[in-house]
């Protein structure tokens, strides 16, 4: 079954970038969506088909994706950016979606 | 405005059976896939199922095929899950999350309902 892999935890000062992987086997041949889910809160929807933002989210989130990591990047990160932060994809070979292991973001 | 309402969740004995409905409004439903994921207590996001817009295609997590059902009612704007056979570790927060085809992304999400499988 397909797996993907995420660190567990990323912390990051105010102002600067954290950068969230999520690693799979040839992840960059698929399309890969990333959620942002705070304490006690839905999912929200990021970053889909690798890049593209949602309306809404600011232009500080962004991704990418090649081999076997896809990336999300939170520039000049802020307070409220504090959650955590799950990759996706849709596994055609066992017909199901994957959700990563999830990291969380710790504003210091 | 878009809105999805979970309900049915509640507590059950292993084995026991729920039927989770979620409500639909603000966008036609018949015209989107549906899914059901869920969050154990402390854990990741786990996808259970997909029903595509006309109900032709419909996908399971390996770990509930068999015991789990997902259907929806266009005419009634609702998805529903039934889910028999409970095991303990089904324990979790569904939630009914709406996309288009899969690969599409999970765009708009319910607030969830919390089903507890214990003795």
């Known amino acids: 079954s397909y797996v993907l892999t995420q660190p567990p935890s990323v912390s990051v000062a105010p102002g600067k970038t954290a950068t969230i992987t999520c690693g799979g086997d040839?992840?960059?041949?698929?399309?890969v969506h990333w959620y942002q889910q705070e304490p006690g809160q839905a999912p929200v929807l990021v970053m889909y088909f690798d890049s593209d933002r949602p309306s809404g989210i600011p232009e500080r989130f962004s991704g990418s994706n090649s081999g076997n990591t896809a990336t999300l990047a939170i520039s000049r990160v802020e307070a409220g950016d504090e959650a955590d932060y799950y990759c996706q994809v849709w596994d055609n070979d066992g017909a199901r979606y994957v959700f990563g292991t999830g990291t969380k973001v710790t504003v210091l | 405005e878009v809105q999805l309402v979970e309900s049915g969740g509640g507590l059950v004995q292993p084995g026991g059976s729920l039927r989770l409905s979620c409500a639909a409004s603000g966008f036609t439903l018949s015209s989107k896939g549906m899914n059901w994921v869920r969050q154990a207590p402390g854990k990741g996001l786990e996808w259970v199922s997909y029903i595509s817009s006309s109900s032709s295609t419909i996908y399971y997590l390996d770990s509930v095929e068999g015991r789990f059902t997902i259907s929806r009612d266009n005419a009634e704007n609702s998805v529903y899950l039934q889910m028999n056979s409970l095991r303990a570790e089904d324990t979790a927060v569904y939630y009914c999350a709406r996309s288009g085809m899969t690969p599409r992304p999970f765009d708009y999400w319910g607030q969830g309902t919390l089903v507890t499988v214990s003795s």
């Open positions: 040839n992840i960059g041949s698929k399309s």
